[in-house]
């Protein structure tokens, strides 16, 4: 496939061949153009051509894509994007959802499972044609009797062949959703949804010349719908005889037919009346509460309780109490991927459950291998999708793919190996070629050197970022990248980073501050095991560690939100430790900070240079300018966010929004302030011959330039290069950012705080933070590794304590002190496997993280 003089964004009128069925990654730094390869123009174009492959009135539910700037794309096949995004289907998608193993277990139960009565916990059996039959000749001889079919239907059309079909046979009334309709004059029903239809099959008298009918009839209701329902004919009351809705023999309730409704917590036949199927007590919500009591709750009440009514399985009492080899299906769900596995592995069945079942279990076993292979094999089945992380949510998609035999696909991805280890990054490399063979194209966005070195084929975009990219810097198999002089990537790959790189502490400044560390006891959190470790202080710390071994829950989920409260509250004698027996150690300390990759500013009216501190300063320039002063211009003229200076048409946004009739909304550069954001009188004063919408419009490389003599702008704009983000414009909205870019800019407004020289430092009271961040590679370009390493240090050299989660083994091997987590993933890890100086680590056998890190450490 290929495209030909690719424009869009920062593209420069770009060809590119990317063979077919083939591995190809697309490389190159952040911001050089690889998302805009790979998903507005590739993907997108797949995209487009499967919409148009739909039908008009399909079409008009999908937002019509806006063609980007090319001028040809030939040969792409249907293309899927397998994403990291993780909100989509909120609470009630669970992994077990997602990878369609519990549509299958569902079915499994409807067919070989055995119900319980759950109040006395008898088995109730279904009764069979012959009991009805019997039953009937027994209790109703010679009396007439209409035998209903029961059924769920959710096809819109089929309503009315039912009515007219009754109709037909002399029925004028039937029952839909407990309701009785006339069949001549049929309501209309919600086209999407399930509704419950007893059909009316037959009347017939029960004597002996009817017995053959009689059977016939019971026969066709059954196979027609859920069993059959007997009711006596005529009259008001329409009189319910009997129905092989099975009753128990203990207590006489009464229980529907299985039906995979019943195991459905999307379905109110399933789900647990408590929490509708979230598994969580909601708020203002329990029936057996006071008002008051009620009240406190839902200000009290976190959404992270457990609903009381069905402990969190999410499912009500009758269809708990069906189970399946002594296990009910909330049972299952809550098993992890590798547990699941084992139990069906190890199922005995006799020979009619082995021919009603081998075909659902090879689908499960299936799906569950497949996630195994993707390194998922320690979640539960049950997990809800909003507690997955990007990366844990991108390749549950991709186990899903992997179970769809698709052919003649290109799958693109971006990043997959966020949140690997280097031992599941093997795996995972293996289930893309896995899919590559099936006959599909894969393409994927990377930084990671293994991912690159498996690949058929490289892109390579650059040289740099931004207007200084969008080229095709080099292409070909991995051996020729690294031939080629041009490509950054292709040197990096040639040449890797030598560790360690001792140059990068200052130990003039560390011998300032006074070393101690942090202390956790027995902290039990989600699978931690009661671990007691030792963190030091005013270090860099790499926790490293399989996926699921409890990096995050050790970080983020103990240590973050305690000495949160435990610093605000630092005058308190004693503290509250949520999930850790003790935490000792902290006193200090004066600021926790998580530097995470949450968005840094959610309107529009945030960007670099508002986050980093340096609009400020700016707009004091340009109100210092002689022309500005001659018109009294103050500061607050050169704000876009308010005042007399901004462009009234956009409020200073530089964009308008136009509303489209059924289409989503559209934004155009403002037409009064041609997206400068300022009004004419505004901009007429310049600043070394620009004006305040140049500079906004300037990326933070030609800034630095641009504000060399102004030393505090020009500092933190050299800070934002150090990160590799010299690419982006001062004024790019904060919402467009990616994850790894906020993460930096963050990192880069703390840094410019931190005293940087011995001389800044001595004498001053040091303020001592603690940073936490998870994976600060992400999105970052191999050659821009050993910046952010340096950033890290200096934050160090300043007296800070820097806390990383990281599988980058350039980042781990410069760590300080390395704490591996483990040894697997789930109730396998949650212990500390070694801990020390990387070199020490190295030397640990039972450390994964240490086999690997021998291969870099020189
Ligand atoms: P990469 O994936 O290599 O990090 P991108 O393709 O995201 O790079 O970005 C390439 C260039 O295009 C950058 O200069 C970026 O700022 C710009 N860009 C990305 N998305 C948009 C957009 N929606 N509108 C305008 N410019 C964009
Ligand atoms: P890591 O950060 O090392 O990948 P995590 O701390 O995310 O590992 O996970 C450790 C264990 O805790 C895993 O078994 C994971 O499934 C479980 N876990 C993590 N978050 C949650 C959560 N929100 N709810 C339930 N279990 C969780
Ligand atoms: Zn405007």
């Known amino acids: 496939m290929s495209v030909h003089h690719a424009r869009e964004h920062n593209l420069k009128n770009i060809d590119v061949r990317i063979p077919r069925d083939k591995l190809t990654v697309i490389s190159g730094v952040s911001g050089s153009g690889k998302s805009t390869l790979a998903f507005d123009l590739i993907f997108g174009e797949g995209q487009r051509r499967y919409l148009e492959s739909l039908n008009a009135y399909a079409r008009q539910f999908v937002q019509p894509a806006s063609r980007p700037d090319v001028d040809a794309i030939y040969g792409i096949p249907p293309a899927v994007a397998i994403e990291q995004r993780t909100s989509r289907g909120g609470r009630k998608s669970t992994v077990a959802t997602l990878t369609e193993i519990y549509h299958y277990l569902r079915l499994m139960f409807v067919k070989l ?403 101690s560390a942090l202390r956790i006891e027995k902290a039990s959190l989600n699978n931690l095991a009661n671990v007691s470790l030792s963190i030091p202080l005013r270090q860099l710390v790499a926790i490293t560690g399989v996926s699921g071994s409890g990096k995050s829950t050790l970080v983020r989920g103990v240590l973050y939100p305690n000495l949160k409260q435990a610093l605000a509250n630092k005058r308190k004698k004693t503290h509250a430790w949520q999930g850790a027996a003790d935490i000792s150690g902290w006193e200090n300390i004066d600021r926790i900070l998580e530097v995470d990759q949450t968005p840094i500013g959610k309107t529009p009216r945030s960007c670099p240079a508002t986050y980093i501190g340096i609009w400020d300063s700016i707009r004091k320039l340009f109100a210092g300018t002689v022309d500005a002063r001659l018109r009294g211009y103050t500061p607050a003229r050169f704000s876009f966010n308010a005042g007399d200076g901004r462009c009234e048409a956009c409020g200073g946004q530089g964009m308008q929004k136009i509303e489209m009739n059924f289409l989503p909304d559209v934004r155009v550069p403002c037409d009064v302030c041609h997206g400068w954001r300022f009004n004419d009188e505004t901009l007429s004063v310049r600043y070394k011959g620009k004006h305040i919408g140049d500079v906004l419009a300037m990326n933070i490389d030609e800034a630095a330039e641009f504000f060399k003599p102004i030393s505090k702008v020009h500092h933190a704009l050299c800070l934002l290069q150090d990160v590799g983000l010299g690419y982006l414009t001062l004024g790019q909205q904060s919402p467009t950012l990616s994850g790894g870019e906020a993460q930096r800019i963050k990192l880069v407004s703390e840094l410019a705080k931190a005293n940087m020289t011995p001389e800044d430092a001595k004498g001053r009271v040091n303020q001592h933070n603690l940073y936490v961040l998870d994976e600060p590679t992400v999105g970052l370009h191999m050659a821009d590794v050993d910046k952010l390493l340096h950033v890290l240090h200096r934050l160090v050299d300043a007296g800070n304590s820097v806390l990383v989660i990281e599988h980058n083994l350039d980042v781990v091997a410069e760590a300080d002190w390395i704490v591996d987590m483990g040894p697997e993933g789930g109730s396998g890890g949650g212990r500390v496997v070694a801990q020390g100086a990387p070199a020490s680590v190295v030397r640990r056998k039972r450390s994964l993280t240490g086999q690997f890190l021998g291969e870099v450490l020189g």
């Open 113 to 515: 499972a055995t119900q319980y009565c759950p109040s006395c916990d008898l088995p109730i059996e279904p009764q069979t044609t012959d009991a009805i039959f019997a039953r009937l000749q027994k209790d109703y001889r010679g009396k007439a009797v209409t035998l209903l079919a029961p059924m769920v239907v959710a096809r819109k059309g089929i309503y009315r062949e039912l009515a007219q079909w009754s109709a037909e046979r002399g029925f004028t009334q039937l029952r839909v959703d407990g309701v009785y309709q006339p069949t001549d004059n049929w309501p209309a029903l919600d086209r999407y949804k399930e509704h419950d239809i007893e059909l009316p099959l037959a009347t017939l008298k029960i004597a002996p010349g009817q017995q053959t009918e009689l059977l016939e009839a019971l026969e066709q209701a059954i196979g027609l719908g859920n069993g059959v329902v007997i009711v006596a004919p005529g009259g008001k009351a329409k009189e319910r005889l009997f129905s092989t809705q099975r009753a128990c023999p203990g207590c006489g309730c009464g229980f529907p037919e299985l039906d995979p409704r019943l195991f459905s917590y999307n379905s109110k036949h399933g789900w647990c009346t408590g929490c509708f199927g979230t598994g969580l007590k909601l708020k203002d919500f329990d029936e057996e509460q006071t008002g008051e009591e009620s009240a406190w709750q839902a200000e009290e009440g976190t959404a992270d309780t457990v609903c009381p009514k069905c402990d969190g399985q999410r499912l009500n009492p009758t269809a708990l109490s069906v189970r399946f080899r002594h296990k009910s299906i909330a049972e299952l769900a809550a098993l992890p991927v590798d547990d699941a596995q084992k139990w069906f592995g190890s199922l005995k069945l006799k020979s009619a459950e082995q021919a009603i079942a081998r075909d659902l279990l090879s689908e499960m076993q299936n799906r569950l291998h497949f996630l195994q292979k993707v390194g998922l094999n320690y979640l539960t089945l049950d997990r809800a999708a909003p507690t997955l992380s990007g990366g844990e949510a991108q390749r549950i998609r991709l186990a899903a793919q992997l179970g769809s035999s698709l052919q003649g696909v290109c799958y693109v991805l971006d990043e997959p190996t966020i949140g690997l280890h280097a031992r599941d990054n093997r795996k995972l490399l293996q289930t893309l070629r896995e899919l590559q063979r099936q006959g599909n194209t894969v393409l994927v966005v990377e930084h990671d050197e293994d991912t690159m070195r498996e690949a058929d084929h490289m892109i390579d975009i650059g040289p740099r970022a931004g207007v200084n990219g969008g080229e095709v810097v080099g292409e070909g198999s991995v051996k020729q990248l690294m031939k080629n002089p041009r490509s950054l990537t292709g040197q990096m790959l040639a040449k890797p980073l030598r560790h360690p790189m001792p140059e990068l502490r200052n130990s003039e400044m560390r011998k300032l501050w006074d070393a």
